[in-house]
C-alpha cells in the first residue's frame, strides 16, 4: 500500500511539473460563461434532487461518484465521517428524501465556483424543507462540490456537505 501511495505521489509530482521543476498547472481563470454554465448546472442539480427524480439526479454524477458528510447514528455516542456512493445514495433514497411526502433542496446564493482547466470546485449553501405539513423540519447548510469536464460535460465526482 505505502509502494502504491508513494508511486501516485511521485507521478502527480512528475506529471505536474516541467523539466525546471516549475509548476506546469495552469490556473486558468474563471471566465463568465464557464461559470455561469456550472452555476445553472447547479441550479437545475437542486431543482431535480426536490423533484425526486433519482434516474435524471444520476446523471449528474460520473461514476462511483461519492457524498460525504458526518452523521450521528440513531443510538451512537459520537458522530462519524460516512462516505457513501452516488447508486448507494439513490438506493437508500426511502430512508431519507423519500420517507416524508415533502422534501425540498434548494441554493439560497450565488456559489462560489473556482475552476483550474477540467475541474471546478463550488461551495454553495442551501437550505431544506423535509417532513409533513404538521411537522416541516427546516435547516440550513453548505455543499462543496467537486466536479470533472470531460468530452465537454461537467459532472460531480464528489460532494461534502454539512
Same mark, same amino acid.
Given at each position: 500500500?505505502? &509502494?502504491?501511495? =508513494?508511486?501516485? #505521489? +511521485?507521478? /502527480?509530482?512528475?506529471?505536474?511539473?516541467? $523539466?525546471?521543476?516549475?509548476?506546469?498547472?495552469?490556473?486558468?481563470?474563471?471566465?463568465?460563461?464557464?461559470?455561469?454554465?456550472?452555476?445553472?448546472? &447547479?441550479?437545475? =442539480?437542486?431543482? #431535480? +434532487?426536490? /423533484?425526486?427524480?433519482?434516474?435524471?439526479? $444520476?446523471?449528474?454524477?460520473?461514476?462511483?461518484?461519492?457524498?460525504?458528510?458526518?452523521?450521528?447514528?440513531?443510538?451512537?455516542?459520537?458522530?462519524?465521517?460516512?462516505?457513501?456512493?452516488?447508486?448507494?445514495?439513490?438506493?437508500?433514497?426511502?430512508?431519507?428524501?423519500?420517507?416524508?411526502?415533502?422534501?425540498?433542496?434548494?441554493?439560497?446564493?450565488?456559489?462560489?465556483?473556482?475552476?483550474?482547466?477540467?475541474?471546478?470546485?463550488?461551495?454553495?449553501?442551501?437550505?431544506?424543507?423535509?417532513?409533513?405539513?404538521?411537522?416541516?423540519?427546516?435547516?440550513?447548510?453548505?455543499?462543496?462540490?467537486?466536479?470533472?469536464?470531460?468530452?465537454?460535460?461537467?459532472?460531480?465526482?464528489?460532494?461534502?456537505?454539512?
Amino acid at each position: 500500500m505505502r &509502494l502504491v501511495l =508513494y508511486l501516485f #505521489v +511521485m507521478i /502527480s509530482s512528475v506529471s505536474a511539473c516541467d $523539466r525546471s521543476g516549475k509548476s506546469s498547472i495552469q490556473v486558468v481563470p474563471t471566465d463568465n460563461a464557464t461559470s455561469d454554465s456550472i452555476h445553472n448546472f &447547479l441550479k437545475e =442539480y437542486y431543482d #431535480v +434532487m426536490s /423533484s425526486r427524480q433519482w434516474l435524471e439526479y $444520476r446523471d449528474f454524477f460520473w461514476d462511483n461518484a461519492t457524498l460525504t458528510t458526518a452523521w450521528q447514528p440513531p443510538g451512537a455516542s459520537a458522530s462519524r465521517v460516512a462516505i457513501i456512493t452516488i447508486d448507494d445514495f439513490i438506493s437508500q433514497t426511502s430512508l431519507g428524501p423519500d420517507s416524508k411526502p415533502i422534501f425540498e433542496e434548494k441554493m439560497t446564493a450565488v456559489p462560489n465556483i473556482q475552476i483550474t482547466n477540467n475541474i471546478a470546485v463550488a461551495k454553495a449553501a442551501y437550505e431544506v424543507k423535509f417532513g409533513t405539513k404538521d411537522s416541516l423540519l427546516n435547516w440550513k447548510g453548505f455543499d462543496v462540490f467537486t466536479l470533472m469536464r470531460h468530452n465537454r460535460k461537467w459532472k460531480i465526482v464528489s460532494v461534502v456537505y454539512e
